[in-house]
């Protein structure tokens, strides 16, 4: 394990490395090699940061109300907008219940393991009333905004894989 986490930093410092000479070649009068180095490998994380997500399986019953917005959804690729009345799901170890979920979606097709699957992108999902409980935290939220999330929708289990960037869900951890 150690040396997978040894040898990803020696690749990544390779890396950022060439890219800061590439630059420090195209600007020869930016003589701080360091500094360039430093703030490449600063964007990478970030970079690396953005694209981790969590994912969470849900059954469509809860994201559909009924046919008519199922059926708009899936086979006609149209956007809707609608209020999801309930919403309960686990992530992390944490029981997750929210209610009045306002959702945007907008659908397109993709093949995946020659399967097709939906990928459904929620640029605006708006819920209020948010309780987020373990053993440990009890925490309550008036509105929380999880706009930027996606889904791929499974039509042989009827099944949603949500994905919820990291730093959407970061906006509301314990502090």
Known sequence: MKIKVVISLFVLIIIVTNNTLFV???????????????????????????SLEYTIDINADQIF???????????????????????EYNLLGFDIFATD????????????????????????????????????????????????????YDSELDKFTIHIPVYVAARYLPK
């Open 65 to 87: 109300l009924n046919d008519t917005i199922k059926n708009s959804i899936l086979n006609k690729n149209e956007p809707m907008e609608y209020l999801i009345p309930i919403l």
């Open 24 to 50: 420090y070649g195209q600007n020869s009068y930016n003589t701080n090699v360091f500094e360039n180095i430093f703030k490449n490998l600063k964007n990478k994380i970030i970079d690396l940061a953005n």
């Open 101 to 152: 979920i306002k959702v945007r979606t907008e659908s397109s097709t993709i093949d995946e393991e020659n399967k097709d699957k939906l990928r459904i992108e929620f640029p605006i999902m708006q819920a209020k009333n948010v309780n987020v409980n373990n053993e440990m935290f009890d925490l309550n939220y008036e509105n929380i905004d999880l706009s930027s999330t996606y889904t791929i």
